[in-house]
């Protein structure tokens, strides 16, 4: 069974089936797809991070390799840094066989767990087609087409997010990534959404305001604005190659990791911070989890809700699982990103709350014939994650007694969207309200009032699992007061 995915392009539908991705492109277009994917065939190019594509001999179109689908406004600050950086590197190596990206979206990347890699392979043009684009305009009248669309492309769509990241202001850069993406509705990002005053200026004066505003925030900013700032403020047309290598340095040498938080140290600050190869000093929760997913080769992914930095992420990885970890932490899942990228492991950070887990936008909704395919009123532009990232075993390990005493979510709320996201197994850690930390510090659950042993206790929790799960076992967590149930279909 395969699904439409929303897309804008003119030139072919995509559709999401079990396995791959099947592209289907209009037989007016069909040829010259061809003859781009002969020369991406003949030279090897998914080897500088364009999706693995071949032909569908069906449809006359391509069938693309799968992998899990994040979006922008899910990344960490580093792996939109990393978009960014590998939209510049194919346009240098493009470049080499006369071929272009004609946009310059982020939303044209997604990550191969720790890989971004470039899916949208329709975008991919010879440069002597640019000019055939409708959408863009050349105003500046630049003599390379290109440097128009870095301009309205990725300078508000990729550069102005990936600043306030650098501003660490995760939550304007988040809001632009979403809700100002392109065909999401919104308005285009613009240096006013980093709130400088832009108007009545030009272009220099614009500059030496940006830098005045960054300087005057130094205690916030990671790293050198001016060189990236003059480059984007004031292009000066050369070698538009050149012009992608040098940015490329910029980009590389401005380090916009989030700073360090209280989370991000919450294995070490309880000692449990263990060796994934020496079980000698592991609790029973590490215990538990290992023996759950190791017994068990039906498992080949597992999704970890507030992973925090990973622990059981990577524990699960080592195991050969493929692995999804959200966590809201911006200084965590960063790490998560980092550690995952060093180590080459199967993990795809998402930053996201599991609040949001049904949270899904609808696009621009665009009545022109050429997207008579698109069904832009049912089908979102970015779907939920209870959608998207269902796996074999889900853990939700610490976290329901925020959900539920912090948040004041109904236990039946929250096992009915935790059995729609798990296949096979889910793993529960349910802790007491006589447990040290919520005793020790009750204003940190504010609907904590709200409960008592009555209504918030294990046998409630095995009750609504059992409408969806047919049995479990409950095993010992760590303290006494925290218990494991293991619920299995």
């Not at 140290?265 to 929760?285: A, C, H, P, R």
């Amino acid at each position: 069974m395969k699904k439409i995915i929303t897309g804008y392009d003119h030139n072919g539908t995509l559709f999401l089936t079990d396995n791959s991705i099947i592209r289907e492109i209009n037989p007016d277009y069909y040829s010259k797809a061809l003859q781009i994917f002969e020369i991406f065939k003949n030279n090897n190019l998914e080897n500088i991070g364009i999706v693995k594509t071949k032909l569908n001999q069906e449809n006359n179109g391509f069938i693309h390799e799968k992998y899990p689908i994040s979006y922008p406004f899910e990344w960490s600050a580093n792996m939109l840094k990393d978009a960014i950086l590998l939209h510049l590197k194919l346009y240098i190596e493009l470049d080499k066989f006369d071929l272009c990206l004609k946009d310059s979206l982020p939303n044209n990347i997604v990550f191969d767990y720790s890989k971004p890699v470039f899916v949208d392979f329709l975008s991919i043009v010879k440069k002597q087609d640019l000019k055939k684009e409708n959408w863009l305009n050349n105003p500046k009248k630049y003599s390379d087409i290109r440097y128009a669309i870095f301009e309205q492309m990725m300078v508000p769509f990729m550069i102005i997010p990936f600043i306030a990241f650098a501003q660490n202001k995760p939550e304007i850069a988040r809001d632009l990534l979403k809700n100002k993406a392109c065909n999401a509705g919104g308005m285009t990002p613009s240096f006013q959404d980093l709130m400088i005053d832009t108007s009545k200026l030009s272009s220099n004066c614009f500059s030496s305001k940006i830098k005045k505003f960054f300087k005057k925030n130094k205690t916030q900013v990671n790293g050198s604005y001016d060189n990236l700032i003059n480059k984007i403020i004031n292009i000066k047309e050369t070698n538009f190659v050149k012009f992608c290598l040098e940015l490329t340095e910029i980009i590389k040498n401005i380090d916009i990791t989030p700073p360090s938080s209280n989370y991000d140290t919450y294995y070490e600050s309880k000692k449990e911070n263990f060796d994934f190869t020496d079980k000698s000093n592991w609790k029973n929760k590490q215990n538990v989890v290992f023996d759950t997913i190791y017994n068990n080769d039906q498992i080949s992914s597992v999704l970890d809700l507030g992973a925090n930095t990973g622990w059981f992420s990577r524990l699960s990885e080592s195991l050969n699982k493929k692995i999804i970890a959200i966590e809201i932490d911006e200084s965590s899942i960063d790490k998560i990103y980092k550690i995952s990228q060093q180590k080459k492991l199967n993990i795809l950070p998402i930053q996201g709350s599991f609040l949001d887990i049904e949270s899904k936008k609808f696009g621009d909704f665009l009545e022109d014939p050429i997207y008579k395919n698109q069904d832009f009123k049912n089908i979102p532009i970015f779907t939920s994650m209870i959608d998207r990232f269902k796996s074999d075993l889900v853990l939700c390990l610490a976290l329901s007694h925020h959900l539920i005493l912090g948040e004041g979510i109904e236990i039946k709320k929250i096992i009915n969207q935790l059995a729609d996201l798990t296949n096979k197994t889910l793993v529960l850690e349910h802790i007491e309200l006589n447990d040290e930390l919520i005793k020790n510090d009750p204003n940190f659950f504010k609907n904590i009032a709200k409960f008592n042993s009555q209504n918030y206790n294990i046998d409630l929790v095995i009750k609504e699992g059992m409408n969806y799960f047919s049995n479990y076992v409950i095993k010992d967590s760590h303290p006494n007061s925290r218990k494991l149930i293991i619920f299995n279909k």
